[in-house]
């Protein structure tokens, strides 16, 4: 918990550094007391370090913290994270450039949304990808950016989970 704490602190502080120094003895701990603790709160654990590559644009390492949510047997908590690991996932195989699996992974994810429920946010999300497929050129793709900009900049997502990190994704993208 802890570390939990110094993780989100660090983030919000903007140590980056301070937070790659941090991440190898979260590895060891989730590893060694990660039975010991709720699955939610290594949800929580593997949520934050997700969201600190993703935002350094450091997707390699991204991909491999959002496999371990994604890939975790299902289960009734936390299911706000699980249902947005799936979404950035999406947005990852964007960023990758691979579109044949995007849209591959746009229905899968998808169903999977329609199976366990899904918000507005996630729904923003798959709007985005949506368009992203069906862009035509960069002007194209720039344009659904923006306009998911505005969205994310409604009142109402703004205490959804994951809605900070979109907003400041998207910001930087444009």
């Not at 802890?2 to 590893?31: Q, V």
């Not at 600190?52 to 390699?60: H, I, K, P």
């Not at 659904?144 to 994704?169: H, N």
Request: overall charge negative; hydrophobic content about 45%.
């Amino acid at each position: 918990i802890g570390y939990n704490a110094e993780l989100m602190w660090r983030m919000a502080t903007h140590d980056w550094a301070g937070i790659n120094t941090l991440i190898p003895a979260l590895r060891e701990g989730l590893s060694t007391y990660g039975t010991m603790v709720s699955h939610g709160m290594v949800l929580a654990f593997q949520y934050h370090i997700t969201i600190f590559y993703f935002l350094s644009e450091d997707y390699a390492a991204c991909r491999t913290w959002l496999n371990e949510i994604t890939e975790a047997p299902r289960t009734e908590q936390r299911m706000d994270i699980q249902r947005f690991a799936k979404v950035l996932g999406l947005l990852l195989l964007w960023l990758k450039g691979d579109l044949d699996l995007l849209e591959y992974e746009h229905r899968s994810v998808s169903r999977y949304l329609e199976n366990w429920g899904s918000g507005t946010l996630e729904q923003y999300v798959l709007d985005l990808v949506q368009a992203l497929l069906q862009a035509s050129d960069a002007s194209a793709q720039q344009k659904a950016l923006e306009e998911f900009r505005a969205l994310v900049s409604e009142p109402r997502v703004q205490g959804v989970l994951g809605f900070s990190v979109l907003r400041a994704w998207v910001v930087g993208r444009l």
